[in-house]
């Protein structure tokens, strides 16, 4: 059997390569690791070295050719091995052998190819109808040309991106890949090096907003939100007293200052809270978490494995139920100009007269970039397309063996406070009247209180609060 | 659009007068920019087949027989092509013909004089003559006429280098094409859709034209191009209206002309939008939206496209006389809604 010679990939976005020099004629014997070739790409010229010992054969890609990743374009056959015909798909067809000249074998073959006949073997070769085993053998591997399907703005923006479009899942019909895939994938690969598959060691933004001693107070803010929100709130747990505790606020993915990597699943993110917390030497913390942030306060108090959560309060969290008010989040994202923002941030309230200047100045901060507002209309499409909630988070909160309180004002517009019915008996909750969605704001100084008793019990209680699940 | 179309328009709209706007029927329109053609110049004539005292088999001429006379409003007898030819020998000569068909099915029967000799006049003769002669077509199916009074054959014109081919979708574009073809050089026709004859909108008073080759954006969207002719620019429009009730925002693009087309407004639009949709009534293949399916793939628009383009045009068979596969026979305002939620890849 002869080792085939293909054609390797010798960078990440090389789809082919010119052949520039031939070190070897047809006939000589070679030793593995010996220069046999030169290729040249759009980047670099790269030696090439025999991948067996043998005697080189079949050499069909002459210099100056362009030939896809992947193809076969030499073979080193073993002395007195007889050639194989590669082209026949039956496999038997022999070329050598006494009724032919080796030589004229390989000459014929060399010359009557020409690049259409590649083009069309290699198609050929990736056709899903090619049930033909031996067609492996003619080319390498699968890096071989494959049919694609990707639309021509998918295409522009794989290459405005540097992706390589047969790493993104399609999401259209017959797995086309479209515009908003590329995004996403664009999205995700934001910070080098961070590909979604390799260990996350994404390092999420956090500001400190008190130092403190004992465990600290860690603020998950919502969708859209970023960790300044937590400002005027930490001021008012400081000023009832009865905790020392440190309080630190983290950028969500996507959000603030970090980077989105981490921001395509949940797990992602709760990986990617976990190791900012452990790098800064948070081992135990007590959470609060609003909206979004609440779903990953959850998960990340049920899921992570380094990291105790000593208390746990939800403030309207998501992933209790399957609603929350799509136009919302939609016009958040769409609003190009402030004025068409703030009728939006009013639903917010409960009482509209509550929003002014400052929150809505340190919103539009954040929206007005329509970078940012992709990159939200995307963690928007991923955790709530539809306005449907993805996170079906309830099931959590039976194993929760920390203190766990659930917030929720009774006007919330965002996310229905009758996701807070029917909630474990262990965990408690609390229903403010004529609070919106933000009861850390409408209603401060009674949030702040019960998050601080809440803290307090965990303390009081002394339980090591791990959770058993998975 | 070619450089002369461009200066020749320009100059035109900078003599637009801003008289008052009413309310008229697209019939209407049309006999009002001829009735002042016919005022403005003494070279201006009708001619068609019972256009006098008849008024027109679609009552567009009305009673401009008994305004301005039998030797401007001329009864041609039942041959459309020895009546194209002597329209084209008009024109040739220094007069300004407008010529009815009555159907524009019976253009079929004047081919020779159109293709042949209007559209190829100024060319062979070296540019000493030219043939600025205006064709009017009553035109496209809903009307119950049956195969060989309903068909929408602009296409056919529109692939013969030397002519132009403009359908208006409005009562105000109807007038300002009409006053536009009487002042191109070369031979113009106007395939106006017979459906729309009895449609009313603005219409100003007075004389102003409107651009051939230029087309007009109806609706401004951002979420799929809709590029229609004629009727199919009005039912784009019905279209746009429902899909804005599931959070489709279409732009719909009224061609107007087909020859010269609009490229730009095209590419534009589709950099934008990322998706096209053709819509016309023609036969589907072969046709228009090939043309503009093209122009999307020929230029810059074409790295702009996420979606394969749609092409809804007129069935593949010669228009049925029974009402409902009549209907079925051509795109109507749900089959543009359907192909919309397709291209944007919503279900339903």
């Given at each position: 059997m002869p080792t085939e010679v293909i054609l390797p990939r010798v960078d990440m976005d090389m789809t082919e390569g010119m052949i520039a020099a031939w070190h070897v004629d047809e006939g000589d014997e070679v030793r593995e690791g010996m220069l046999i070739f030169e290729?040249?790409?759009?980047?670099?010229?790269?030696?090439?070295?025999?991948?067996?010992?043998?005697?080189?054969?079949?050499?069909?890609?002459?210099?100056?050719?362009?030939?896809?990743?992947?193809?076969?374009?030499?073979?080193?056959y073993a002395a007195g091995e007889a050639l194989v015909d590669h082209r026949e798909r039956g496999g038997a067809a022999v070329a050598g052998g006494a009724s032919m000249h080796p030589e004229e074998a390989t000459q014929g073959q060399t010359q009557t190819k020409t690049p259409q006949t590649y083009a069309t073997e290699a198609y050929e070769h990736a056709a899903p109808s090619d049930q033909n085993p031996h067609a492996a053998d003619d080319v390498a591997s699968t890096d071989g040309p494959e049919p694609l399907r990707a639309t021509p703005a998918a295409r522009r923006l794989a290459r405005e991106h540097e992706l390589r479009l047969v790493e993104i899942a399609g999401s259209g019909p017959h797995g086309r890949v479209a515009a908003q895939d590329v995004l996403r994938a664009a999205m995700l690969e934001e910070i080098p090096g961070a590909a979604s598959n390799s260990a996350p060691h994404t390092r999420l933004h956090s500001i400190t907003l008190r130092k403190g001693s004992g465990d600290p107070l860690v603020l998950l803010h919502g969708f859209a939100a970023e960790s300044n929100s937590w400002r005027p709130f930490s001021q008012a747990v400081a000023r009832l007293g009865g905790t020392e505790a440190g309080m630190l606020a983290v950028d969500l993915p996507a959000h603030g200052k970090s980077p989105a990597e981490a921001a395509g699943s949940l797990e992602e993110m709760v990986a990617a809270l976990e190791q900012t917390l452990l790098d800064a030497g948070i081992?135990?913390?007590?959470?609060?978490?609003?909206?979004?942030?609440?779903?990953?306060?959850?998960?990340?108090?049920?899921?992570?494995?380094?990291?105790?959560?000593?208390?746990?309060?939800l403030l309207a969290p998501a992933g209790l139920g399957p609603e929350s008010n799509g136009a919302f989040l939609r016009g958040l994202t769409d609003a190009t100009r402030r004025s068409s923002l703030v009728p939006w941030l009013r639903q917010l309230f409960a009482d509209p007269a509550r929003l002014d200047e400052g929150f809505v100045a340190t919103a539009w901060q954040q929206l007005e970039s329509p970078e940012v507002r992709e990159r939200l209309a995307m963690v928007a499409d991923t955790f709530f397309p539809d306005g449907t909630q993805m996170l079906d988070l309830r099931h959590l909160l039976n194993d929760l063996t920390m203190p766990v309180r659930v917030l929720w004002g009774q006007q919330?517009?965002?996310?229905?406070?009758?996701?807070?019915?029917?909630?474990?008996?262990?965990?408690?909750?609390?229903?403010?009247?004529?609070?919106?969605?933000?009861?850390?704001?409408?209603?401060?100084?009674?949030?702040?209180?019960?998050v601080v008793q809440n803290m307090a019990s965990a303390m009081a209680v002394n339980t090591s609060a791990r959770v058993a699940i998975r | 659009m070619t450089a002369d179309v461009l200066e020749h328009t320009h100059t035109v709209q900078a003599e637009k007068t801003h008289d008052a706007v009413r309310e008229l029927t697209y019939a209407q329109a049309i006999q009002e920019a001829m009735a002042i053609a016919m005022e403005r110049d003494e070279r201006v004539f009708l001619m068609?087949?019972?256009?006098?005292?008849?008024?027109?088999?679609?009552?567009?001429?009305?009673?401009?027989?008994?305004?301005?006379?039998?030797?401007?409003?001329?009864?041609?007898?039942?041959?459309?092509?020895?009546?194209?030819?002597?329209?084209?020998?008009?024109?040739?000569?220094?007069?300004?013909?407008?010529?009815?068909?009555?159907?524009?099915?019976?253009?079929?029967?004047?081919?020779?004089?159109?293709?042949?000799?209007?559209?190829?006049?100024?060319?062979?003769?070296?540019g000493e003559a030219s043939v600025p002669l205006v064709m009017r077509f009553p035109a496209g199916s809903g009307t119950g006429a049956a195969a060989q009074h309903s068909q929408s054959l602009e296409a056919w014109f529109a692939h013969v280098p030397g002519l132009k081919v403009v359908q208006p979708s409005t009562p105000h574009d109807a007038k300002g094409l009409l006053l536009a073809a009487l002042e191109d050089p070369d031979p113009v026709m106007i395939f106006e859709h017979k459906l729309l004859y009895k449609s009313k909108g603005p219409v100003p008073e007075g004389y102003y034209t409107v651009p051939i080759g230029k087309a007009a954006v109806r609706r401004v969207g951002r979420d799929v191009t809709i590029v229609a002719t004629s009727i199919m620019a009005i039912r784009s429009l019905e279209a746009a209206a429902q899909l804005e009730q599931e959070g489709v925002d279409a732009e719909v693009i009224d061609l107007r002309s087909i020859r010269p087309i609009d490229r730009e407004a095209i590419i534009e639009s589709i950099r934008k939008t990322s998706r096209l949709i053709c819509v016309y009534e023609g036969v589907q293949q072969l046709g228009i939206g090939a043309e503009i399916a093209a122009i999307a793939c020929e230029s810059e628009a074409f790295d702009y496209l996420d979606a394969p383009v749609i092409r809804l045009g007129g069935a593949d068979c010669p228009l049925p006389y029974n009402p409902e596969l009549e209907k079925a026979a051509v795109p109507q305002i749900d089959d543009i809604v359907a192909a919309a939620r397709r291209i944007v890849g919503r279900r339903g």
């Open positions: 290729i040249e790409t759009s980047k670099a010229t790269m030696e090439i070295d025999a991948p067996a010992s043998g005697i080189i054969r079949q050499i069909n890609a002459p210099v100056g050719e362009s030939v896809p990743v992947g193809r076969a374009v030499a073979w080193i081992e135990r913390c007590h959470l609060v978490g609003h909206s979004f942030g609440g779903a990953l306060a959850l998960a990340t108090s049920a899921q992570a494995s380094r990291l105790e959560v000593r208390s746990l309060a919330d517009r965002i996310l229905p406070v009758r996701h807070a019915d029917g909630l474990p008996g262990h965990i408690a909750v609390h229903r403010f009247t004529g609070v919106g969605h933000l009861p850390y704001v409408e209603a401060e100084a009674e949030v702040a209180r019960v | 068609g087949e019972d256009i006098g005292v008849y008024g027109g088999a679609f009552q567009v001429t009305g009673d401009l027989y008994q305004r301005f006379g039998p030797e401007r409003v001329m009864d041609t007898p039942i041959s459309e092509l020895g009546g194209a030819g002597v329209a084209v020998g008009a024109a040739m000569t220094g007069s300004r013909p407008i010529y009815e068909f009555q159907f524009s099915d019976f253009a079929t029967l004047a081919m020779e004089q159109i293709v042949n000799q209007a559209a190829k006049m100024r060319f062979m003769l070296g």
